[in-house]
């Protein structure tokens, strides 16, 4: 399995904590978030959200028409199985990553829950 | 998420439609479209996602072994400066896929676009090297072919156009918009047998082929690659394990197959017609003095006319794929029965 790159964690995060909301919009505004204080571009979100998907890593359905959308169909994404999988996997290693400089550097009290 | 207060202007938006790939336009328009505050914000956001969006569909689209061969073909026969010009513009083809079969309205107009100009360009050569008295090396029985074939061109791609219309319209469109998952799982199954049994054929017609070229002493690299592609093809064709997955998984999983095949059927037609291309280039260097000009004008049209066949092949399976995957991506699943939890592992 391919180890996943840091926007790739914030990107299935975002879709990790919107549940059944994850859309393009809301996705790219947690992903601001998540990502502070760094700024990151829709369009690569949608790269990313289009390469985890080509990987298997998330699927996407698209929903009915909408008003505010212009009459337009929101993209909903949703993470699969080797997505979870890649995600624990990386959540691991940034624990690992904490735990040592906590131990070097002191100040960092990072539990996970 | 809020409601937009404004909408962008038309023509504003039609300009952004454009420019966003057929696959990502129905997403990345609506999403434009409900953060719209401004037509300035608009146009700056519109610059900052389209092109990423455009360089995630060159990625998703991109076929790289029916790139390859095309840009071999363009070396071939046009030389490499073409080659280097044409290459973004086969790219960005790529990620303009449309979504759906051509119209038929269209498709013919397009038949008629190219008989017509082959029919000029062929009628043309005849009245500036005029068969009598013979000057150009070709002799005038040649030249009465080239007239019927000319006359005839017209119908005959419009018909084979119609044909090709009239056989995707045949061909039976996915199940109704709400299936359960067992039927979508039905529905894969089917699509992988057939998939598998026609590559296990044409995986054993590539071997015939291979074997027939590398008898008649073909181009090397063609034959190498009829057997690479029927190697990969008879492998392809090997039963694979199905994992258990959800209805969401099945449809991800279904879809992505879809792609694949569609991709490998593209580049399987490129494949087929190139050693007839490369045999009209070998003829191009092989005609006798002074009728040079004449025979590559004759070989362009030929040249154009079997592109022609195989883009119509491609854009009508290729455009039925997309279709598939489009009605895969707005299928619901019914909730059967068998499918509901039962009261005891739901107190769980």
New interface residues.
């Given amino acids: 399995m391919d180890s996943l790159g840091q926007f790739e964690q914030i990107v299935l995060t975002a879709i990790l904590a919107l549940d059944a909301n994850a859309y393009g919009v809301t996705i790219h505004a947690k992903v601001e978030d998540l990502s502070r204080p760094k700024k990151a571009t829709r369009g690569a979100v949608y790269a990313t959200l289009d390469r985890m998907e080509d990987k298997g890593l998330i699927s996407s359905w698209l929903s009915e028409p909408t008003k505010e959308r212009g009459g337009r169909s929101r993209r909903h994404y949703r993470i699969e199985k080797s997505g979870e999988k890649a995600l624990r996997e990386s959540a691991r290693t940034a624990q690992r990553l904490v735990e040592t400089i906590a131990q070097n550097l002191g100040g960092l009290a990072w539990k996970p829950r | 998420?809020?409601?937009?207060l404004s909408?962008p202007p038309d023509w504003l938006?039609r300009i952004v439609l454009l420019a966003i790939p057929p696959a990502?336009r129905?997403?990345?328009?609506?999403?434009l479209?409900?953060?719209y505050q401004n037509p300035q914000q608009y146009i700056v956001?519109a610059f900052?996602?389209?092109?990423?969006?455009i360089?995630?569909?060159m990625?998703?689209n991109l076929n790289l072994p029916a790139l390859m061969l095309q840009s071999a073909l363009i070396f071939i026969c046009l030389g490499g400066p073409a080659t280097l010009l044409l290459l973004p513009a086969l790219l960005l083809r790529d990620a303009y896929q449309p979504v759906a079969r051509p119209c038929p309205r269209r498709a013919i107009r397009e038949a008629i676009l190219l008989s017509s100009g082959a029919m000029v360009l062929l009628l043309l050569i005849m009245s500036i090297h005029s068969p009598f008295p013979i000057r150009t090396g070709v002799d005038p029985f040649t030249w009465l072919s080239l007239f019927l074939a000319a006359l005839f061109l017209s119908p005959f791609l419009c018909l084979f156009r119609a044909g090709l219309i009239m056989q995707a319209d045949r061909c039976k469109p996915l199940a109704a918009n709400d299936v359960s998952k067992d039927a979508l799982a039905g529905a894969y199954e089917n699509f992988l047998r057939g998939a598998f049994c026609r590559n296990m054929l044409e995986g054993v017609a590539l071997v015939f082929a291979a074997a027939v070229g590398f008898f008649f002493t073909w181009n090397f690299l063609l034959v190498g690659l009829f057997a690479l592609a029927a190697i990969y093809l008879l492998l392809d064709s090997l039963p694979r394990p199905s994992s258990v997955?959800d209805f969401?998984?099945l449809?991800?999983?279904y879809q992505?197959e879809l792609a694949r095949q569609g991709q490998l059927r593209r580049f399987l037609r490129w494949l087929w017609f190139a050693p007839v291309l490369v045999a009209l280039h070998a003829r191009l260097t092989e005609v006798p003095a002074g009728a040079e000009a004449v025979t590559a004008l004759l070989n362009c049209v030929a040249v154009a006319i079997l592109c022609f066949l195989v883009a119509a092949l491609n854009r009508e399976h290729g455009g039925r794929v997309q279709e598939q995957i489009g009605f895969l991506?707005?299928?619901r699943e019914t909730v059967t029965p068998a499918s509901l939890p039962s009261p005891s592992s739901a107190s769980r």
Avoid: H
């Fill in positions: 998420m809020e409601a937009a909408e938006e990502a129905e997403a990345v328009a609506g999403d479209w409900e953060t956001e900052r996602t389209v092109p990423l969006v360089a995630s569909q990625r998703r997955c969401g998984s449809r991800a999983q992505r991506d707005r299928m």
